[in-house]
């Protein structure tokens, strides 16, 4: 298929479009130009407004159709929180959408925002508005707007839309409501209509404003700022105008036109009134100031063809300079967009920014989007340097979220022997080489038996079994991987030197997550059963063995051969604990 470059499009198209406009203003102001201006203008407007109503319709006919579509769907709020992945989907459909909320029967809700991505739920039952409220849902027979209302929740002034949800047999179970920002519809239509001379508006019910580029960081008054109140003096007169603007409102259909004079300036309102949104009616219009139109006619059309002819050269230089500015920035991203496509991120350099604000919002979001895979990749690659690998690969597969555990689990306390002087004989250059020797074969036959390395305390090693990866033999796999640790050690150097250990190893309740602040969180275990592992571990010097076991841990083994060492108090525990060891391990 034979491709256009866009340079081209642009010069031909603007080109085209301006040459078609120039003749129709040389035509004009050499025929019936009164006439045919009325016309036009009355064309444009009646586009105006049409195109407002249709990009309400667009923004806000889905959100109707998402309620019927989810009252079809839900009919069961006897656990709301099962509802959380389909609501979310629900927000991802309706961009226009601030929140969702479900109210069951008995007042008990469940909220969904977008900004935060979190649900909420809240008893409801006890406002004083809430039994109307229901009634009147209940009531309705179809999906329905209310009236606009502040929303506490986004802070904002809202549009509010509910349909009643029943259960199979057609029994009212609750509400579905759905949350539109009022700034949401002002920052719409004014980006829409930036830097065409138009100012879009919407009313509610004559006297409030809906919508307007004011009110786009914020509503003056709650819920919606009257006219007068708005600071817009112009709109204000809106009621009050100076004429009925007949040289174009004979032209209208199915839409009113009124003007104003404010000092020099004449102000044209054009609007139309729509009843679909709510119990009062929305007048959707704009007004523009006319002042240069009609300077134009009074002049006449006496530089119309000069004028023409400079503008169609001036805007095919102007095309072709645009074009090239439009198309170097798009070939920019294609071939980068080759590169991320073949893997070679590293060859990809950050796109410089455009002055159109479409093309550097692309190339922002290319950059973001560059820069984020980079991201990935170095988590990707560097995150099982630095924690348990099988806790990297739950993390990455949950999100970056890990849930708190509680469940029974083995704990391995590890520590060197004399470590304190052999630090003091090695220095610390030296330790640092020996620790990392030493930890990486602990580490590797942790894992080989199923143990998470979840803490390097100094020269400790703090491993848990079946937490965070269930084990049903975690007991057997821990005391299989202190014989091996102490099989190793025995007959082993680490950079160089020999080293001695010593391990308690205990099973019981444990309490897993990651602990911290909100930016700088650390994977570890708690509980008692952490504590009896650490404390056995120091109770070798004791009994002279390098290894002991709980009796909580033996009584899991079937398999094993232990040794009974003694029967002790530890301190934290009422009563006295058996402790065993392995016949390898009985003596220094």
């Known amino acids: 298929m034979r491709r256009i470059p866009i340079t081209a499009i642009t010069v031909f198209g603007t080109s085209s479009l301006l040459a078609l406009t120039v003749g129709i203003v040389i035509f004009l102001g050499f025929g019936q130009a009164a006439?045919?201006?009325?016309?036009?203008?009355?064309?444009?407007?009646?586009?105006?407004?049409?195109?407002?109503?249709?990009?309400?319709?667009?923004?806000?006919?889905?959100?109707?159709?998402?309620?019927?579509?989810?009252?079809?769907?839900?009919?069961?709020?006897?656990?709301?929180?099962?509802?959380?992945?389909?609501?979310?989907?629900?927000?991802?459909?309706?961009?226009?959408?601030?929140?969702?909320?479900v109210i069951a029967a008995n007042g008990s809700s469940r909220r969904w925002h977008r900004l935060e991505r979190k649900a909420i739920g809240e008893d409801w039952s006890r406002q004083p508005w809430m039994k109307e409220y229901l009634e009147q849902v209940e009531n309705t027979n179809a999906p329905a707007w209310r009236d606009p209302i502040f929303t506490e929740t986004v802070s904002s002034s809202t549009l509010l839309h509910d349909v009643a949800l029943h259960d199979p047999q057609g029994r009212f179970i609750g509400i579905l409501a759905q949350i539109v920002p009022v700034q949401e519809i002002s920052s719409f239509l004014s980006s829409k209509y930036a830097d065409t001379g138009i100012t879009p508006f919407v009313l509610y019910n004559r006297s409030h404003v809906l919508a307007h580029p004011q009110i786009i960081n914020g509503n003056i008054q709650q819920p919606l700022p009257r006219i007068d109140e708005l600071g817009d003096s112009v709109l204000q007169r809106i009621w009050a105008p100076d004429e009925q603007a007949d040289f174009i409102s004979t032209a209208l259909v199915d839409i009113e036109a009124s003007g104003i004079f404010q000092g020099d300036d004449y102000y044209l309102y054009l609007y139309r009134n729509i009843e679909r949104y709510g119990p009062a009616p929305w007048t959707i219009g704009a007004y523009v100031n006319t002042d240069l139109?009609?300077?134009?006619?009074?002049?006449?059309?006496?530089?119309?063809?000069?004028?023409?002819?400079?503008?169609?050269?001036?805007?095919?230089?102007?095309?072709?300079?645009?074009?090239?500015?439009?198309s170097a920035p798009i070939k920019a991203i294609v071939n980068a967009a080759i590169s991320v496509d073949k893997g070679d991120l590293d060859s990809v350099s950050?796109?410089?920014?455009?002055?159109?604000?479409?093309?550097?919002?692309?190339?922002?979001?290319?950059?973001?989007?560059?820069?984020?895979?980079?991201?990935?990749?170095?988590?990707?690659?560097?995150?099982?340097?630095?924690?348990?690998?099988?806790?990297?690969?739950?993390?990455l597969a949950g999100g970056g979220k890990l849930d708190v555990q509680q469940t029974e689990a083995t704990i391995l306390f590890c520590d060197i022997e004399s470590f304190t002087r052999l630090t003091e004989t090695l220095g610390p250059v030296k330790i640092v080489d020996v620790l990392n020797a030493y930890f990486s074969r602990m580490v590797e036959i942790l894992e080989l038996h199923g143990g998470v390395v979840t803490q390097f305390q100094g020269d400790a090693i703090l491993a848990t079994f079946n937490v965070p990866i269930s084990d049903s033999e975690h007991s057997r796999n821990a005391v299989v991987a202190a014989q091996a640790?102490?099989?190793?050690?025995?007959?082993?150097?680490?950079?160089?030197?020999?080293?001695?250990?010593?391990?308690?190893?205990?099973?019981?309740?444990?309490?897993a997550g990651a602990i911290g602040a909100s930016g700088r969180l650390n994977y570890t275990v708690h509980g008692d059963a952490v504590n009896l592992a650490a404390r056995l571990e120091l109770m070798n010097k004791e009994y002279g063995t390098r290894l002991l076991v709980s009796e909580s841990t033996a009584a899991l083994l079937s398999d094993l051969e232990l040794e009974p060492v003694g029967e002790?108090?530890?301190?934290?525990?009422?009563?006295?604990?058996?402790?065993?060891?392995?016949?390898?391990?009985?003596?220094?």
Not at 570 to 588: D, E, F, K
């Open 35 to 101: 006439q045919t201006t009325r016309e036009l203008w009355a064309d444009q407007a009646e586009t105006l407004i049409s195109n407002m109503e249709q990009s309400l319709d667009a923004r806000l006919k889905p959100i109707r159709d998402q309620a019927l579509w989810i009252s079809h769907d839900v009919t069961d709020l006897s656990d709301p929180r099962a509802l959380d992945d389909y609501m979310f989907g629900a927000l991802a459909a309706t961009p226009q959408v601030a929140g969702i909320a």
């Open 485 to 511: 640790m102490l099989t190793s050690v025995a007959g082993s150097e680490y950079a160089g030197e020999k080293l001695k250990i010593r391990i308690g190893i205990n099973t019981g309740s444990v309490v």
């Open 568 to 588: 002790t108090a530890v301190r934290g525990h009422s009563g006295t604990i058996r402790l065993y060891t392995l016949p390898s391990a009985a003596t220094v």
């Open 293 to 326: 139109f009609i300077d134009e006619r009074r002049r006449g059309m006496r530089r119309a063809m000069a004028a023409g002819l400079a503008v169609l050269v001036l805007a095919i230089i102007a095309s072709i300079i645009v074009g090239n500015r439009v």
């Open 350 to 395: 950050p796109l410089p920014g455009s002055s159109i604000r479409e093309l550097d919002d692309a190339t922002s979001a290319f950059n973001n989007m560059v820069g984020g895979l980079r991201e990935r990749r170095l988590i990707r690659d560097t995150l099982g340097r630095f924690v348990p690998e099988k806790i990297a690969s739950s993390l």
